[in-house]
Structures are given as C-alpha cells and as structure tokens.
T-cell receptor
C-alpha cells in the first residue's frame, strides 16, 4: 500500500508570512499533483510535477518534486487570506494501467488578515 | 466548457437503504474516478472507470459498486447503507492518462446516513 504523509496537518499564519508544506512517501510515483480544496467543494488541481527535481512556480506558489520522485514540497510566499484552504498532495501510481491517485490527508491552512 | 457535474449535492438516507449517485464528466474525458472523503480518513479511492470498464478498484466492501455508460457518465451505488458511509463522495474526470494530466473534480455529493 502506497502512503503519502503530509506535514504539518494544520497551519495558522498571519498574512504576509511564508510557509512550506511537505509531502513524503517511501514509494516512487510517476507524477505528483497538488490540489487545493475549499469547504463544500471538490479539490482543484494546482500543479502536476513529473520529473525528479522539477520545480514549478505558480505566482506565489513554488512546487518541487524530489529527485527520487518520492516526496514533494509546496512553498507559499507572502501568504494571503485567499490562500486559505485544504492543500492535498496526490501521487499517481507508476507503470501499467493501474491508475489511481493516492492522496495525503492534507494540510489545512488558515491565513489570518 | 462545462465542468464535472455531480447530482444530487446533498442526500439524507436511512440506515439499510440504498443510494445512487451520478456524475457527468467533462466532455471528451473517458476516465471517471470516485472517491470518498471523511474527516478522519481523508480522500479514499473507490474505483475508476475508463470506456465503460472498471480499470481499478479500491479497498471498499462489495456494497459499493459503480458503472459507466457509453457517454462516459457514471453512477455509483451503495447498498445497505451504514452510518459510517456518511461522507462527501467526489467524482473526478480525466482524459485517460492521469500521470500527465490532473483530475477535474466535481463539487461532490454530501451523503448523510441516519
């Protein structure tokens, strides 16, 4: 069974602060995706990282995929209240047609004005 | 273009009853996956359908079943409902190669079993 551990589980910060969320596994994934979910809604895809060591930037969000494709991080610079939400990482199984996402349990981020 | 549509949004059922949830994927997407989300367990994979065939299945009891129609619309059914089945059920569609393309999720169906 492939597991993804996310940390921290909860994060409450002030507007303007920086933060990093981690996603770790002992398994290799063919790609890793980050989603953000708001209350009462489904997750929304932020980014997909495919290559080991890959770094992608989305405005104030920076995503990194580990060299061994087992871990990833999400860094937010100068957080804003609109960044509040549940951040989920999800690994895609490698190989074959066994497609499913394995989700971490998420990091609940609250950015206070 | 229209997103993933799930109906109904909210549902209250009595223990022992059965329920059918519906999902219409994004036009052209042939893969539909179902997930159960609870506060304690997070998102757990139920099953995935691709071109009307179940391609993958999670570790849920046989009371949970699904199907996909020729137009890619999908339904999931839960029989003999238990209190523990109360959850947000999410459907996600994908063109067919999730390693490179992310999933688009619907807003979910909130099922409450009383």
């Amino acid at each position: 069974t492939q597991l993804l551990e996310q940390s921290p589980q909860f994060l409450s910060i002030q507007e303007g602060e920086n933060l990093t969320v981690y996603c770790n596994s002992s398994s290799v994934f063919s790609s890793l995706q980050w989603y953000r979910q708001e209350p009462g809604e489904g997750p929304v895809l932020l980014v997909t990282v495919v290559t080991g060591g890959e770094v992608k930037k989305l405005k104030r969000l920076t995503f990194q995929f580990g060299d061994a494709r087992k871990d990833s991080s999400l860094h937010i610079t100068a957080a804003q209240p609109g960044d509040t939400g549940l951040y989920l990482c999800a690994g895609v199984n490698s190989g074959g047609s066994n497609y499913k996402l394995t989700f971490g349990k998420g990091t609940l981020l609250t950015v206070n004005p | 273009k229209a997103g993933v549509t799930q109906t109904p949004r909210y549902l209250i059922k009595t223990r022992g009853q059965q329920v059918t949830l519906s999902c219409s994927p994004i036009s052209g997407h042939r893969s539909v996956s179902w997930y159960q989300q609870t506060p304690g367990q997070g998102l757990q994979f139920l099953f995935e359908y691709f071109s009307e065939t179940q391609r993958n299945k999670g570790n849920f009891p046989g009371r949970f079943s699904g199907r996909q129609f020729s137009n890619s619309r999908s339904e999931m059914n839960v029989s003999t409902l238990e209190l523990g089945d109360s959850a947000l059920y999410l459907c996600a569609s994908n063109p067919g190669h999730p390693a490179n393309y992310g999933y688009t999720f619907g807003s979910g169906t909130r099922l409450t079993v009383v």
